[in-house]
């Protein structure tokens, strides 16, 4: 669609809303920013856009106005589609994009388009660096912190698009149809938004609802849900396995990561020369690897960039030992799933800190796993109390309240010994005391040093 001279009204003034704006001002398109937190003040919302980049700002009340005179609505990820003002807009017939199908909008290159519950960021992550590995024009964007508005326009026929995508943005989809997409499996999370796993599957599925045979979807085999996808896809399905090998795709035998065509299997790397550990990283690798032979980089390539490849930020990342305990920071550990494979990851015994913001997770298969790894569990935040609950339904009881992620580390040091670990990977979101998991992140390593 051409926005040249069109009306568009982008709802939310955060960090995507901006991004919005500003990419909507360097096309020529007329842009409206609204915001319902009627407490924000539209000049302090003004200050927040770049310099030289121009939006009216209509803070709260009446959607009537804004309706009436717009060509596009385009909302920001946290704007549930269900919310007054999306249906205000959809009932008058105007389109609702978010900003992934904004950003599509101008995308000259080729795209590859990664979603899932767990491992979506060290998956991108690692994509976008065997990419640039191969000496391609690369943009590593979308919900991993960098907006696919402010990179697009840089895009041309050579360059590659790297774009890691949440479930909030996938709702919002239209003709967004990358090369290759990934799902990299299904479990319950961000249900609060969603209601039912089934309606959770299905705005996941929706990254590649626009793909051809021509395009590539890659699936996780070892999840029934999606192998059940890749036999309904109008893409060509391509699947990564833990457990089993794979008609096309990439699979784990013993310890090493081989690629097959369906004719001939070729052999990739073996695990044991990775700096990254834990089974799920096994899976984040073969999904990473398998989009990357989709796009045509040589296994050369790709085996010499996994090889040197560490862990991002804030997942099962390493801090410090002291006193001979070694101490992890996975806050980005946001629902019972991710906090599992963390435990599984653990190869000593673990206190683990947990609790945070409310998603209606349940947390019964989580401490579940806990066995013989996980020997204390530090409590924070609104779910404290449903955890602890839980825990003591499967006859776990030696559970640590405490009021502060500071106090959490503080009594984590004072109970751990030589050779044990101290786990933060909450399995749950940081809104309820927290900006983000990256400042809960941050807070915990900092906490940590100053012991």
């Not at 909302?75 to 017939?93: K, Q």
């Not at 930020?313 to 980005?332: A, M, P, Q």
């Not at 796993?369 to 924070?380: A, C, K, N, Q």
């Not at 500071?406 to 101290?422: F, L, R, Y």
């Amino acid at each position: 669609m051409d926005l040249q001279g069109k009306c568009v009204v982008v709802v939310g003034s955060g960090v995507s809303g901006i991004g919005a704006v500003k990419l909507l001002n360097q096309v020529g398109a007329e842009a409206v920013l609204y915001d319902g937190n009627e407490k924000l003040d539209a000049s302090e919302v003004e200050a927040r856009l770049p310099e030289g980049v121009k939006a009216k700002v209509v803070i709260g009340g009446s959607f009537d106005e804004l309706v009436k005179g717009a060509d596009l609505a385009v909302i920001s990820p946290g704007v549930p589609v269900d919310s007054p003002v999306v249906i205000a807009f959809e009932e008058a017939n105007v389109p609702v994009w978010g900003e992934i199908e904004l950003a599509y909008n101008y995308e000259k290159g080729i795209v590859a388009a990664i979603t899932g519950t767990n491992g979506k960021t060290t998956t991108t992550t690692l994509v976008g660096e065997i990419v640039k590995a191969w000496g391609r024009e690369t943009y590593v964007v979308g919900n991993i912190g960098n907006s696919y508005t402010g990179e697009v326009l840089k895009s041309n026929k050579d360059s590659v698009t790297v774009a890691e995508i949440s479930s909030f943005q996938l709702e919002t989809v239209h003709e967004f149809a990358p090369k290759v997409s990934a799902i990299l499996n299904i479990t319950p999370d961000h249900l609060n938004r969603h209601y039912t796993m089934e309606n959770y599957a299905a705005v996941k599925e929706r990254i590649a609802a626009r793909q051809d045979k021509t395009c590539f979807c890659v699936l996780n085999y070892d999840d029934e849900v999606l192998r059940k996808f890749g036999e309904e896809t109008t893409a060509t399905p391509v699947y990564f396995s833990r457990k089993e090998k794979v008609e096309r795709g990439t699979y784990l035998e013993g310890t090493m990561i081989k690629y097959t065509d369906g004719q001939e299997s070729i052999d990739v790397i073996d695990v044991r020369d990775m700096l990254l550990f834990g089974a799920h990283n096994h899976e984040n690798v073969m999904a990473a690897a398998a989009i990357a032979i989709c796009l045509g980089v040589p296994v050369q390539i790709i085996a010499d960039t996994i090889r040197n490849f560490k862990a991002v930020e804030h997942r099962i990342e390493y801090v410090r030992t002291l006193d001979g305990v070694e101490y992890y920071n996975d806050s980005k550990g946001t629902n019972p799933d991710s906090t599992i494979k963390a435990i599984e990851a653990m190869p000593k015994k673990t206190i683990l800190i947990a609790g945070g913001y409310d998603k209606h997770s349940e947390f019964d298969e989580m401490i579940k796993t806990f066995g013989d790894t996980v020997i204390e569990l530090v409590l924070l935040g609104v779910t404290k109390d449903k955890i602890a609950a839980a825990a003591r339904a499967q006859g776990f009881d030696n559970i640590c309240f405490v009021d502060s992620l500071k106090e959490a580390v503080k009594v984590s040091h004072d109970d751990a010994k030589e050779g044990q670990i101290v786990l933060l990977s909450p399995a749950c979101a940081s809104w309820d005391m927290f900006k983000s998991y990256e400042e809960r992140g941050r807070l915990f390593k900092q906490y940590v040093n100053e012991l």
